[in-house]
């Protein structure tokens, strides 16, 4: 981890085998393999593609054998896989035609999962010599139903994703004369297509992407602002740029086409080059396309050797190219994937050299390279067997990236079953702390101080191990402990006692050393490694009043008098009744207590001052909650005076307010 002097202002805000300033600038991390998954039969099984769905991550491809417990049809088949989160496989699928069927693409949903690809069979209506087909299964593996479409020439589907509006198909109908069924042709080159399907099977709509050229579409992403398409033409979609360009359009949900880009890269003295398109990924922070271009560069960026360099360019939702990025080394490299998380970009793919100092094996390496959104490379990793290995496909899920692909022998110290095998690993970026994420664990107030001793919340992504732990844990020298569910976070460098501990959110005390400061920066770590840092506002007293929304507004959480029993609007509060009210952010206590100690009756060091209404009350105690790490408890007397209903409840501690809360008192 590479840090910075605070020096700017304050910034706020089969069979199976297993193996287990602000901000603060990151130095070079690998993205860290929790787990692989490696699995085929005796003969050459390869995975083209990966997705997620509620039920796990599915994993795509084609087999020339047979898998443990299935049967071959004959020829090459194509497979389906589902493994949980924790790396069970759950079911495998081989299925096919006696003829050639392989799966190009797959994504799940909360229905089950749909695989893509092509057969020179029959799944029930043959076409043409090499038909398109998607196919639907349920969570269990069983299949719910099969759409095999094409025209009289060789059609392929490519790639597959899922949305909330429907599932989106890309893929072409090759050369020549070849029409889908009610669209427009016959053209004399290759045209692609997208297609939407209804969860049940039913067609949507079709468009087909189409010049004079050739046109391929091999990958597809879906947003809730549309569907975007990319691949390669050899035509004029826009504005012809080389010799085979790579090209971005957006559909809306309903087929209409927003806008469509075309780019290409070029030699040092301007000439023409190929490019080819693998991917693209979309998420809030914009959209993303891989692919490899033959000897070209993207703007900024320079070829470094072989055939082949591959690349990344960044697109807002507008199709606004925001940033390109080349990874090359003297061997050939390709970019065959790349998903969107929060907070950063995964690239998979192939390399012949090294893009690692000394990882080269031989033949073809698979690699992984982690992104943020601004385009910074955070860390790369590379391995292989000395002969054919690739990262096919990577897509995000809530604790991470699954990457899937193909490997051959024991690379990743995992034995081999035949000559090229599938595999799938769980991949866990660094921790990220959201911008403006670390808030008062009771208000949740934005950009406001937070006090010494006082409870917070640090939101994210990956900010644990990837299991949640609700509750703290006592140590041996009676404290909380300051590493909870593998999460540990660091506020100027002092470990903080950890409340609870999530993927996206971990509550922790501010340590009680940090008095007198202003400013604080907040670092998250995990098995390692660092997130980015975050600065943070302190002040002597931050006072938040806990609420029964869990939101920081409404109605203020209030015990009656016996300490136990809430109040509300059914149970309201009487006058000159003792009512209990929790809260966080006192500050410095009387007697001291240490960070992370259970607090007994420790005083608010500071002056306190509570009205309802526009009464005020008469405090009974102010102080720490006896027993608890970070909370805070006011007894105060409800006023002979003050009004009835939901009445505001204001406070001021050392001379700061708190937020705007309630409580029911009866007529």
Known sequence: ?????????????CALVMTAGFPLTLGAQTPRVQWTRQYGGEAVDQGTSVGYGEFGVYVAGQTVGEFPGQTSAGGKDAFISLHDESGKLKWIRQFGTPAEDVATGVAGDGSGAYVVGYTRGSFGSQIGEADAFIRKYGPDGNVLWTRQFGSTVDDYASAVTTHTSGVYVVGHVDCCGGVLTGQPGPTASADAFVRKYGGDGQEIWTRVISTINSERATGVAVDDSGVYVAGTTNGDLVVPVGSTDGYLRKYSHDGALLWSKQFATTKSNGDAVTDDVFAVAAGPSGVYVAGATAGGTVPGAFFVGGLWD??????????????????????DDYAYGIAVGSG?????GGTSAALVDGAFVGGEDAFLRLYDFDGNVLGTQQFGNGLNDSGRGVVPFPGGFFVGGTKNGD????????????????????????????VNAASYASGAPLAPGSAAVVFGDYLNAGSPVNSPTLGPDGKITTSLGGARILVNDIPAPILSSTPTQVSIQIPFELAGQAIALVVAEVAGQFSEGRGIGLGP??????TQNNAGTGAA??????????????SPAKRNEVVTLNLTGLGLLNPSLGTGVPAGAHLSSAQVSVMFGPVNSAIE?????????????????IPAGAPSGDVPVSITVGGRGANLVTIA???
């Open 344 to 348: 950063y970009v995964l690239v998979t």
């Open 411 to 438: 690379a990743l110290e995992l034995a081999a079953f035949g000559d090229d095998d599938s595999f799938v690993m769980k991949i866990a970026p660094p921790p990220f702390i959201k911008l403006g994420g670390i």
């Open 310 to 331: 591959a690349f990344v360019i960044k697109y807002d939702p507008n199709g606004n190219a925001q940033w390109f990025r080349q990874i090359g080394t003297d061997g």
């Open 557 to 570: 959480v209030a015990f009656h008098e016996d300490g136990v029993t809430p109040v509300t609007p059914q």
């Open 541 to 546: 007293t931050a006072p938040g009043f806990y």
């Open 621 to 637: 105690y102010a102080g720490a909650a006896p027993g608890l790490v970070g909370q805070n408890q006011i007894k105060a007397r």
């Open 1 to 13: 981890m590479t840090k910075r002097v605070l020096t700017a202002a304050l910034v706020v805000g």
């Open 665 to 667: 008192i009866a007529p």
